[in-house]
């Protein structure tokens, strides 16, 4: 950020000490240097002559004094102080370096801190004078970070009842969204939720992310039977956000902000004549907890939600893949209502697929079920009723799209031993479920997840690591090979550059799946024996540079490398290692041919 190119004086010219500011308001995030052109009027060499202070929204403040001969230097090549000492001030970025007048530069680093949160001011001061010298700003430049909080995401489910509130949720995001995602924000902001019809807003709602959280909730009133559209504004922190906000419509899979709210219908609830609630992050191949279908029509007298079903039913239910937003090739979540039954996919935007599930209404039209989902991704949970018997008209309804998140990485297909400590060898890794089965979605997301393979520990030679005289953990290398197909990725490079035995570990790359905050790990089973590539043999001879014929050696020095020709540390004399060394013999290797 840069403020204008013509000199802003924050000095008087006349008179003993002067001490005015200027406050440069900022408001920027992951802030780690700040260029200023500052100069002076006259100047004596040692004299403090102000400061500049730069402000965090945390209530850190850092201060660095503007000093004569130091930092600043008058801006014209006179009889007053013309030096500077400071490494991190460049001279005459502007105007001569022989004669004349001229700007200088400083790169004022700030504290670590200050990386991870708002730079929400710099404060200019002079304390100096006409004797001493009086400091001027001519520009100033902020490296920091691009963005900050971009936007926020309005998340639901694109329907609701006219009896309870439709649940929101509010996602801070530093990056454009991506088919209902984005790279979150944790600074943290405040604003309001508005719904508006045709004729205006009919609701608000305050919410408050907090610094560390990306998200929060917020439910949304309307006892009208009305198609409302949502948006969000009133940011107060940070102040430089602009009036920017975008929503997501789970069901429909579509950026849309409209929300219909009916008499009648189905919501999804965390507990019996609850809310509308969201359904949390799961892991592949886990049943849920107890969720409640609640199917309630609005009573005309009281607004309450009155029950719309009681009793065993049967209900149409469907699952939506939302990212990625084609399903893989089989049906993969069951909906348990007392009975675990598998239900339709659909691609993303298109629901049109169903299966009858049989649940159970209470009284008050609640309906307890659980769901598992074999696979990984953002998803939907879609359920229908239509109108037959007493039910007039159908009941509809969507949870929200919720994250099915892989539960573990397996390994298999690892190349058997001995592997050349160093050289390449293979293994093949599969995402999978708690049961062990393959996700086959996994790495078909639109930015596409993987793993990252590293050392998981050490086997063989045990005791503590020590790269000079062993044992020494050495180092995996190598990677996953895109793309993922069926949740199985290949590594082809992998390579280990000690001999012994080791176990490989894989962790989820992006550490967060689908930004959800869940991770996955795996294990491998013991890899190895990896030994040496082969052996270099240095001869001391016995007559100082040469050896007569038939006279013994003074020495034989071997050496275990690996293929790159690093020593293999662990190719020694290692107590409880039987794989860190075996007898060498010596030959010939003329005679030998």
Same mark, same amino acid.
């Given at each position: ?27 920027? +995030? ?24 730069? @402000?965090?929204?945390?209530?850190? =403040? ?16 006179? =009889? ?7 490494? +991190? ?15 200088? /530069? ?40 691009? +963005? ?10 694109? =329907? ?12 801070? $995001? ?8 984005? #790279? ?9 939720? +508005? ?9 608000? @709602? ?27 504004? &009133? ?44 359904? *949390? ?23 309450? $939600?009155? *029950?719309?079903?009681? &009793? ?20 993969? /979540? ?39 989902? *074999? ?94 005289? &062993? ?35 894989? #962790?989820?790359?992006?550490? =967060? ?26 001869? #001391? ?26 020593? #293999? ?12 060394? @075996? ?11």
């Amino acid at each position: 950020v840069v403020w204008g190119t013509s000199i802003s004086v924050f000095s008087t010219t006349s008179g003993t000490v002067y001490s005015n500011t200027v406050t440069l308001n900022t408001n920027l +995030y992951g802030a780690t240097k700040v260029y200023t052109l500052i100069n002076t009027a006259w100047g004596t060499a040692g004299r403090t002559v102000g400061s500049v202070t730069f @402000k965090a929204t945390n209530g850190d =403040s850092y201060t660095v004094n503007l000093v004569e001969g130091v930092n600043v230097r008058d801006h014209y090549l006179g =009889s007053f102080v013309n030096t500077v000492s400071a490494g +991190y001030v460049t001279k005459n970025v502007i105007g001569l370096s022989g004669s004349g007048a001229h700007l200088d /530069m400083q790169a004022f680093a700030l504290p670590s801190s200050f990386a991870n949160e708002i730079l929400s001011s710099i404060v200019f001061t002079t304390t100096g004078s006409d004797a001493t010298g009086l400091p001027f700003l001519a520009g100033a430049t902020v490296n920091a970070l691009s +963005y900050g909080i971009d936007h926020v995401r309005l998340d639901h489910t694109g =329907s609701g009842l006219t009896c309870t509130p439709s649940t929101v949720t509010v996602t801070a $995001c530093q990056s454009a969204d991506s088919n209902g995602t984005c #790279t979150v924000s944790t600074l943290g902001i405040s604003g309001t939720v +508005y719904a508006a019809n045709a004729t205006g807003t009919v609701a608000t @709602k305050a919410f408050t992310i907090p610094a560390g959280s990306s998200s929060t909730t917020v439910t949304i009133a309307d006892t009208t039977a009305e198609t409302v559209t949502f948006s969000a504004g &009133g940011y107060t922190l940070p102040a430089s956000t602009s009036a920017l906000y975008s929503c997501w419509n789970s069901a429909s899979g579509s950026a849309s902000c409209s929300h219909v709210y009916s008499a009648a219908g189905f919501i999804f609830s965390s507990a019996a004549n609850g809310v509308e609630a969201p359904i *949390a992050t799961q892991v592949a191949g886990t049943s849920s907890g107890t969720y409640y279908l609640r199917a309630v029509k609005t009573n005309t007298t009281t607004k309450a $939600c009155d *029950a719309a079903l009681v &009793g065993s039913n049967t209900v149409d239910f469907a699952y939506e893949c939302n990212n990625p937003s084609s399903c893989s090739a089989t049906n993969l /979540m069951a909906v348990n209502g007392g009975v675990a039954t598998v239900v339709a996919r659909n691609n993303n935007g298109a629901v049109s697929s169903y299966s009858s599930v049989g649940v159970v209404f209470d009284a008050n039209g609640n309906a307890p079920l659980s769901l598992n989902f *074999a696979d990984v991704g953002l998803v939907t949970l879609d359920a229908r009723k239509l109108a037959s018997g007493a039910l007039l008209s159908p009941l509809t309804g969507a949870s929200n799209a919720f994250v099915v998140a892989p539960a573990a990485f397996a390994f298999s297909a690892i190349t058997g031993s001995p592997i050349q400590a160093g050289a390449n060898f293979s293994a093949k890794l599969t995402a999978v479920t708690s049961t062990g089965a393959a996700t086959p979605n996994f790495g078909a997301e639109s930015v596409p997840e993987s793993a990252t393979l590293s050392l998981g520990s050490r086997v063989a030679p045990a005791g503590t690591n020590d790269c000079t005289n &062993g044992p020494c953990d050495g180092v995996v290398a190598g990677s996953v090979s895109l793309p993922w197909v069926s949740g199985v990725a290949t590594a082809s490079n992998l390579s280990y550059s000690e001999v012994g035995q080791i176990t490989l570990s894989a #962790t989820l790359a992006s550490g =967060s799946y689908l930004g959800s905050g869940k991770s996955a790990t795996g294990i491998s089973a013991t890899v190895g024996d990896f030994v040496p590539a082969y052996f270099d043999t240095a001869v #001391t001879p016995a007559c100082a540079s040469f050896t007569y014929s038939g006279q013994p050696f003074s020495q034989v020095l071997v050496t275990a490398k690996n293929v790159s020709g690093a020593t #293999t540390l662990n190719y020694s004399n290692l107590a409880a290692c039987t794989v860190c060394s @075996k007898s060498v013999t010596l030959f010939d290797p003329a005679a030998a041919a």
